[in-house]
């Protein structure tokens, strides 16, 4: 089964089409949680209306589920508390221009 860190880093693959940074840099995933070889994923959008939505939840799902020991993935898009730039890390805020 991967660790936290592999799975953070199989999300890092999934990218916002809208601001082309990755999903966990944006600060969209709230939670990974494992057990056995299920996974669940606690995450938002930029916002409740994206319309990119449903293929960023569907990428991470197919990320997540290429990973060796995981059988099953859970994403539960989440809008409370609600997203803001805060959450970025410096490197996406670097990338937006935002300081």
């Known amino acids: 089964m991967p660790d936290e860190t592999a799975l953070l880093d199989a999300l890092r ?3 916002d ?8 840099d944006l600060g969209l995933v709230y939670g990974v949680e494992q057990s056995d070889d ?7 959008l930029t916002s409740p209306a994206c319309p990119a939505g449903p293929q960023i ?3 991470a799902k197919m990320a ?7 059988k099953e993935v ?3 898009l989440v809008m409370s508390p609600p997203w803001s730039p805060d959450r970025m890390t ?9 300081f």
């Open 13 to 15: 693959q999934v990218i």
């Open 17 to 24: 089409p809208e601001l082309m940074i990755n999903v966990v």
């Open 38 to 44: 299920k996974v669940k994923v606690d995450m938002t």
């Open 57 to 59: 939840v569907s990428q």
């Open 64 to 70: 997540l589920e290429k990973l060796d020991g995981v």
């Open 74 to 76: 859970e994403i539960k």
């Open 90 to 98: 410096d490197e996406a805020r670097d990338q937006l221009g935002i």
